[in-house]
């Protein structure tokens, strides 16, 4: 890399255009659905303004561009109090066409720290550098994703060496009248009804609790980058899963099911079809996202024979703020 490159200067950053943030996220072969100008504008609705896009733009002396998809979170007296690089908690981190070394990486973090005083920052499993670029003193966190390099075959070969179980579940959820399709809009109300009744089940337990609203955004964002995908027992939805697609990263962001219909297995069957799916798309990798510490959960994702991917968390406070707790009051 140029040594030049030893600080960002206030004349090179400038806010972005929505149609640069749009294509360099569609340019860059690390990016996640949640780094992307769709999920930062439904979490400002969802928010109620309180969180507002803010993109930047900046461009290094070696005229490496780049943009850093952001959401400004405001108090009622519209005071900025939190940076959010991560609406609702997801990855976050810039977006170039260009591939950046570890120079960039670390110039680039420091950028981010040192310009906001109240962050929130949830790095992405895919960008290696910003991980190693970022202190030892963050807090540690991981997600479970599948390579899917290989294509289902490999997956397949996969889950045979493990002793086959996924596909014996996903077999007994056929063998019960269990389908699997994308959602048409009517499938949405039947998710809800899904959704509602595992929060009953979970009580407490629940990492977080979302409403009716965040749902009917996700349905009417009409872009193929946000799927629904629904099992189905005699044409009721019995469970279901939300999958944000990125160019090469597919990611399970929420899911849900019936408990009357658990012993069928339909979370299994939704899981193979919406991975044989993904390898079909030219996906890489498969992401069941962090498990919000829940023991269950890490295993279930442990039996598709997903790898451990680092995704720590960057908390800086502004003042007395609290970023998590912020937000939340925002959303009641």
């Not at 940076?83 to 070394?101: F, I, M, N, Q, V």
Request: overall charge neutral; charged content about 25%; proline content about 4%.
């Amino acid at each position: 890399m140029n040594s030049q490159i030893t600080s960002i200067k206030s004349e090179s950053v400038r806010d972005a255009s929505r149609a640069e943030w749009q294509d360099a996220w569609a340019s860059d072969p690390t990016s996640t659905f949640y780094q992307s100008p769709q999920w930062h504008e439904v979490w400002a609705k969802y928010s109620r303004g309180r969180l507002s896009p803010s993109p930047l733009h900046v461009e290094l002396v070696d005229q490496t561009n780049v943009i850093v998809p952001i959401s400004l979170e405001k108090t009622r007296f519209g005071r900025f109090k939190t940076a959010w690089l991560s609406p609702g908690c997801t990855y976050g981190g810039w977006l170039t066409s260009k591939e950046l070394d570890q120079s960039h990486a670390e110039l680039l973090t420091q950028f981010i720290c040192d310009r906001f005083p109240g962050l929130f920052w949830r790095l992405n499993p895919l960008n290696e550098n910003a991980i190693e670029a970022m202190p030892q003193s963050e807090q540690d966190e991981f997600t479970q994703a599948l390579d899917l390099r290989e294509g289902f075959e490999g997956i397949e070969r996969l889950w045979k060496s493990k002793g086959d179980a996924i596909r014996r579940k996903a077999r007994r959820a056929t063998s019960k009248g269990v389908t699997i399709c994308c959602a048409s809009e009517s499938d949405w109300e039947g998710y809800i009804e899904a959704y509602q009744d595992s929060l009953r089940r979970w009580g407490e337990k629940a990492s977080s609790v979302f409403g009716r609203h965040m749902f009917d955004l996700l349905r009417d964002t009409n872009t193929d980058d946000v799927q629904l995908w629904v099992a189905k027992l005699e044409g009721r939805v019995i469970a279901g899963a939300i999958v944000l697609y990125a160019s090469h990263h597919a990611s399970y962001w929420h899911g849900a099911a019936l408990e009357s219909h658990l012993d069928r297995r339909p979370a299994n069957l939704l899981h193979v079809e919406i991975i044989r799916d993904a390898c079909t798309r030219g996906i890489k990798w498969y992401d069941f996202n962090p498990s919000g510490g829940h023991a269950g959960v890490v295993g279930f994702k442990n039996s598709f024979g997903c790898q451990i991917m680092p995704s720590p968390v960057v908390t800086r406070k502004a003042a007395s703020s609290k970023p998590l707790q912020a937000l939340k009051r925002a959303l009641t």
